[in-house]
């Protein structure tokens, strides 16, 4: 099972890839998440995307095709995968479709959550990101047990760099001009689903499931 994951920054991705991912036993892999453990890591792939990411900007593809396709060659990742964040241009996801094709398999559904800008720096500017495992929350809609501790792993929360709010209208210009385009793409192969980012998690969550369908639990 190879699902991609699709939307605005802050859209919800990579809170609901992590439910998609518990529910349906697959493998989570978010390009961002690996990008900020390599900063955190001070690797050269990690100074490299820094710049760009403190701009708002995305790293350049081949970058980022070599650390994700690595990443997916990993065991866990042969039972099924959640994309969250990755592909985000026309490169990545011809790059994706030809290693998937490589070895018989293809991305089998594209979820697009939509989100009106309006919401979306709402949620950014109350993100809260676990330092050692990613976790997001928020401070209003989705808040941790215990102020600025992760319930999953008890890390420390901080604030993103790039959550401010000028570099937000940044990315959101940024995934309007190269990530947008993919819908298209995506619609051709028959495999795209628009999904209604608004409303509690679990409500986004059940609209993610039925997306996939009722036999969702028996692809992997
Ligand atoms: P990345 O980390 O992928 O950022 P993004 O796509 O901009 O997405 P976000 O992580 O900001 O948001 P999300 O949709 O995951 O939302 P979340 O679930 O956290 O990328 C960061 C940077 O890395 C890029 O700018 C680029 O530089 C680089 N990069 C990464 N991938 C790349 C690629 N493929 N190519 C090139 N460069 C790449 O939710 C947001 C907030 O809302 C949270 O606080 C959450 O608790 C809250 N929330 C979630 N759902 C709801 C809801 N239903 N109601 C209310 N609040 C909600």
Redesign the pocket.
């Known amino acids: 099972m190879i699902v991609v994951l699709m939307?605005?920054?802050?859209?919800?991705?990579?809170?609901?890839?992590a439910r998609l991912a518990e529910r349906l036993a697959v493998a989570h892999v978010?390009?961002?998440?690996l990008?900020?453990e390599a900063v955190a890591a001070g690797t050269p792939l990690g100074i490299q995307?820094q710049t760009?990411?403190d701009r708002?900007?995305?790293?350049?593809?081949d970058v980022?095709v070599q650390m994700?396709l690595e990443r997916l060659a990993r065991p866990d990742c042969r039972r099924g995968v959640i994309l969250?964040?990755?592909?985000?241009?026309a490169a990545?996801a011809e790059a994706l479709a030809a290693a998937l094709a490589a070895q018989g398999r293809r991305v089998e559904a594209a979820l697009l959550?939509e989100v009106p800008d309006a919401?979306i720096l709402e949620?950014?500017t109350?993100?809260?990101?676990c330092r050692q495992c990613q976790t997001?929350?928020?401070v209003k809609?989705?808040p941790p047990a215990r102020p600025g501790v992760c319930d999953r792993c008890g890390g420390e929360l901080y604030q993103?760099d790039?959550?401010r709010e000028e570099t937000v209208r940044k990315?959101l210009e940024?995934?309007r001009a190269q990530t947008l385009p993919l819908v298209a793409y995506y619609r051709a192969q028959g495999v795209l689903h628009e999904i209604d980012?608004?409303?509690?998690?679990d409500?986004?969550t059940a609209r993610l499931l039925a997306a996939l369908g009722p036999g969702v639990d028996r692809w992997a």
């Open positions: 939307g605005p920054p802050g859209a919800g991705k990579g809170t609901q890839a978010a390009s961002g998440d990008f900020r995307a760009y990411m708002g900007e995305l790293v350049p593809d980022v994700v969250d964040g990755f592909p985000r241009t990545q959550i919401a949620r950014m109350g993100r809260r990101i997001p929350y928020h809609f989705n993103r790039d959550d990315r940024v995934y980012g608004l409303g509690g998690l409500e986004v």
